[in-house]
């Protein structure tokens, strides 16, 4: 079966990228915009995956969940191939 779908990754270290994100979610939520739960859920994933994200504990993000989390934030996180 043929696919139409390429599937781009690329590999790049972003120190701090976890505190970044935590920082705009805070943001959110303490200004009542969104809860955390709401915030994973336009993110396409799960609360304790956010969890993880933000403490830095997972190695590889793939770049449609840092987009999703961008757009969840509204944000740019400034990571460029």
Not at 8 to 32: C, H, M, N, Q, W
Not at 47 to 62: A, G, S, T, Y
């Amino acid at each position: 079966m043929k696919s139409d779908v390429m599937r781009v990754t690329f590999s790049k270290d972003i120190p701090g990228l976890g505190e970044r994100i935590k920082f705009y979610r805070v943001e959110k939520t303490r200004a009542r915009i969104k809860t955390l739960t709401q915030l994973a859920a336009d993110a396409g994933i799960s609360v304790p995956h956010w969890n993880r994200i933000e403490k830095e504990m997972v190695q590889e993000l793939p770049v449609d969940t840092l987009r999703g989390i961008e757009k969840a934030l509204g944000v740019d996180l400034g990571v460029n191939p």
